[in-house]
């Protein structure tokens, strides 16, 4: 079985994060970069079903120079390989772009039986693009995955919703997204760690993935961002002095709130 997972470089959530003034786009310099954590889940659940099926795992990343360091984080847990969309052409792309440049990036990978991604990335927080890359690939897209089963050519899967647990199924190819429920990821080992910097990561240019210009960058985003502002520094709360009428009092507030 040859499994694909999308992972991305994100900023930690543990550092600052802003948007640049001139584009308004990430500053990637003004924060800490890592894997984001639900794509290690995902590595770990491609990891599970190699160790259960055999076959081989490929991790793909659409990002700058810097992402590479999210795609040897992948590999030292156990991927065997690497692909590594980066053009200067990309910066700004929105969704509906990156989701075609992925499945673009996904077609240069031969046999893909099943796409792994995390549900929704902590920069974003969409949750869209694991199904949009399977409406592009033209594949059926099992999302919010809780846990993942292979039966022969079937991929099964327990999501969980509000109103209970829900068990879907497709035939392979598919795409599955992962929640945070699917597993915990290992940790990479030493020597994980050093055999990682001798797996291949091939790295593409828009020309090698076959994605023309057009269709990807700022200037061609189906989205734009107009304005921004930082977010307004936290208020005080609001102290009440029990004077035997304190319950009264945090009630009313409550309902002055709208929250009773």
């Known amino acids: 079985m040859n499994i694909v997972v999308l992972v991305k470089q994100v900023p930690d959530t543990n550092s600052e994060r802003r948007l640049t003034d001139s584009d308004h786009t990430l500053d990637r310099a003004s924060a800490d970069v890592v894997l984001d954590e639900i794509n290690e889940r995902a590595v770990e659940e491609a990891l599970r079903l190699q160790e259960a099926h055999g076959g081989e795992v490929t991790v793909v990343t659409m990002g700058p120079d810097s992402a590479t360091d999210a795609l040897r984080k992948a590999l030292s847990m156990g991927a065997d390989k690497a692909v ?3 053009d200067a052409a990309l910066h700004g792309s929105d969704a509906v772009q990156t989701a075609r440049a992925l499945a673009k990036v996904i077609g240069t990978v031969e046999g893909v039986d099943l796409v792994l991604a995390g549900n929704e990335a902590t920069d974003g927080r969409m949750g869209a693009l694991p199904a949009m890359v399977a409406e592009v690939l033209g594949l059926p897209a099992l999302t919010h995955a809780r846990k993942v089963e292979i039966d022969g050519t079937t991929v099964r899967v327990e999501r969980e919703t509000d109103e ?15 929640g945070e429920k699917i597993n915990e990821p290992r940790y990479p080992s030493f020597k994980g760690i050093m055999a990682a910097k001798k797996k291949p990561v091939a790295t593409l240019g828009l020309a090698d993935a076959g994605i023309d210009a057009a269709e990807v960058g700022l200037a061609n985003a189906t989205t734009t961002v107009l ?6 520094p936290r208020s005080g709360g609001q102290k009440i002095e029990d004077a035997g009428d304190g319950g009264v009092r945090i009630a009313e507030f409550l309902v002055a709130q709208k929250l009773i």
């Open 164 to 178: 209970g647990v829900a068990f879907v199924e497709a035939s392979l190819p598919a795409v599955v997204s992962v």
């Open 227 to 232: 304005e921004v502002a930082p977010k307004p």
């Open 84 to 86: 590594h969309l980066s």
